[in-house]
């Protein structure tokens, strides 16, 4: 997709030509010290442990989407905001316009492979005058957006736990949302999988990557369950769905609003699952081989999300039994799914599908949880937050401890909502996306206008294509904040109201207020950790240590392969310049 010029061959010493791309990840060395320098080129130190592969930041991204338990949360809601129709065109819809904003997010992550990437991304995009503001509000709506992300991820398993004992008619455990004790179990259960995913967030980085590959091998289960093992189950148990109502049909069961109107409401339904994915970029200095890795696993994380999710839930409509029944069974609306793997798969059945959900749902909050606290690490590092210098310490295995305790308390006063309202779990979410939307569109929009000629492009890049794309994202991420702010039923009542816009306003309030009265005097951007003769000195040492003739050594290798592959200019004509 992206547009780029190959650099003749002439221009490249005859002995450097012939090499592979991929010979630049061959020295792990000189990778990890090119690494370091453009890291060091941003103004920062190499703090964090650089030891994550492709893989394991791809894994973050998609960890953190975790898409099939977003289809099952969100299934019945979607379901009754435009039925089947709504579902599958809003899911299509959905998925290329989440992709054209994660490539143009991609674009300035490779430029800007920083920890808590959003907040930077915004400064330098902003330009010398609005980078500080700009900066400032994004690192506030993506500390908002992640931490309600992680009390969103944590009560979807609760809900599942607290739901499960119903299908084994076991009635004594109360699950009436409407009732206080309901919410206070859900409670429970949610803070109780919060401290388990802070506690797995304070292991060594060696040790928690595995986490990735527990969570991908479950994800795969788990789609085999589903797209395999469902599919047969409820052809013998009741039949298929027909296709005209799987394809064609559309139900509205929101009180006091039209068709098209719930169909807009019905954007949470792949916007929440979808949504995001700069998880890649925030553990980018973690990330071997970060400006191009990172930008990769944004992508590409939302690119499977998309496709796995989608088969199933076609899926879901074939199998699903009466669709009155299913929309009107006793479970609570968001594990409403359970009815249906019931009626399809047996108690038992159902039990083995929730039960890997359940450890799915925990595993995604840990992930969302490690980019949610690098988030907090990063802009804590440049002095945004308050107590700033004690959210930087770490612990032995250099994990940001401080920031993972932070970040779990912002999660631990989003859960209280779920006492007071019935509503909580649909406003949590939709305040989690609309922040990140909004933060998504606003890197971007000054992207492709304040700095369109002054960016420098990285490794990825979207060439020309830029501010086209880049015009589509921001509008459709503005449209998408605003149905997620729309009243979900009329009249509005304190038991239905939707808090989502109230948590956005207020949040945006608390970010302003503070600039206005204190940060405008003192915040200028990112503060340089490195000054420019220590990134000089630490240059002419990478120079020194190398062998041979200059003209030979491996860093040039690294820079002229990476010219072949990428079409662009060497890696050291490309770092960015250090922030100001």
């Known amino acids: 997709m992206s547009e780029s010029t190959v650099a003749p061959a002439a221009e490249l010493p005859s002995d450097i030509v012939h090499l592979r791309p991929s010979a630049a990840r061959d020295d792990a060395a000189v990778v990890a010290a090119r690494d370091e320098q453009m890291l060091n080129e941003l103004g920062y130190k190499q703090d964090l442990t650089r030891g994550m592969s492709a893989f394991d930041n791809w894994a973050t991204s998609f960890g953190a989407l975790y898409c099939i338990g977003g289809v099952q949360v969100l299934f019945s809601t979607a379901l009754q905001e435009g039925g089947p129709l709504a579902i599958w065109t809003n899911w299509i819809i959905a998925s290329l316009l989440t992709y054209v904003i994660a490539c143009c997010i991609a674009e300035v992550c490779s430029a800007y492979p920083t920890a808590g990437s959003m907040y930077y991304w915004a400064f330098k995009c902003g330009g010398p005058k609005y980078g500080p503001l700009l900066s400032w509000v994004v690192a506030w709506l993506t500390v908002l957006a992640w931490v309600t992300n992680v009390a969103s991820d944590v009560t979807s398993g609760a809900q599942f736990i607290t739901n499960e004992p119903l299908a084994f008619n076991i009635t004594s455990f109360d699950i009436d949302l409407d009732d206080q004790s309901a919410r206070v179990n859900q409670f429970a259960i949610a803070l109780a999988l919060l401290i388990i995913a802070g506690l797995l967030n304070l292991i060594k980085q060696k040790y928690f990557v595995w986490i990735y590959w527990v969570f991908t091998a479950l994800m795969a289960i788990s789609f085999v369950m589903n797209v ?119 108690v038992n059945g159902q039990a083995a599908v929730v039960t890997v959900g359940i450890v799915l749902w925990l595993l995604n909050a840990t992930i969302t949880l490690q980019a949610t606290s690098r988030i907090v690490f990063a802009i804590a590092r440049d002095h945004v937050l308050p107590f700033s210098s004690y959210l930087r310490a770490k612990n032995r295995f250099n994990q940001p401890f401080a920031a993972v305790l932070f970040s779990c308390a912002c999660a631990f006063i989003f859960l209280l909502t779920i006492l007071p309202s019935q509503v909580a779990f649909a406003s949590i979410t939709s305040a989690s996306v609309v922040s990140i939307v909004v933060a998504y569109s606003a890197i971007i929009a000054c992207r492709i206008t304040l700095t369109r000629k002054t960016f420098r492009q990285g490794a990825y890049n979207l060439g020309r294509y830029s501010v086209p794309m880049g015009v589509v994202a921001v509008m459709f991420g503005l449209i998408v904040a605003v149905c997620l702010c729309l009243p979900t039923s009329y009249p509005v009542t304190v038991d239905t109201l939707n808090f989502a816009p109230i948590i956005f306003a207020s949040w945006l309030v608390l970010c302003l207020g503070y600039w206005v009265v204190s940060a405008s005097f003192w915040f200028r951007g990112p503060v340089k950790e490195i000054e420019d003769e220590k990134i000089l000195n630490l240059e002419e040492s990478i120079e020194d240590s190398e062998e041979g003739p200059r003209k030979e050594t491996t860093v040039d290798v690294i820079d002229a392969n990476f010219k072949i592959a990428t079409g662009g200019s060497s890696t050291s004509a490309t770092f960015p310049e250090a922030a100001p």
């Open 228 to 346: 395999i093992w469902l599919p047969i189950a409820a052809h013998s148990s009741y039949g298929f769905q027909n296709s005209t109502v799987v394809w064609t049909s559309t139900i509205n069961n929101v009180d006091g609003v039209s068709m098209s109107y719930s169909w807009m409401l019905s954007l949470l339904f792949p916007m929440y699952t979808l949504a995001g994915f700069d998880a890649s970029g925030h553990v980018a200095e973690e990330t071997k081989h970060a400006d191009l890795e990172a930008p990769k696993g944004i992508v590409n994380s939302v690119t499977s999300s998309a496709l796995i999710s989608f088969p199933i839930l076609i899926i879901f409509l074939y199998c699903l039994p009466d669709i009155n029944d299913f929309i009107n069974s006793p479970y609570d609306t968001n594990v409403q799914i359970i009815y249906m793997y019931e009626a399809a798969l047996g």
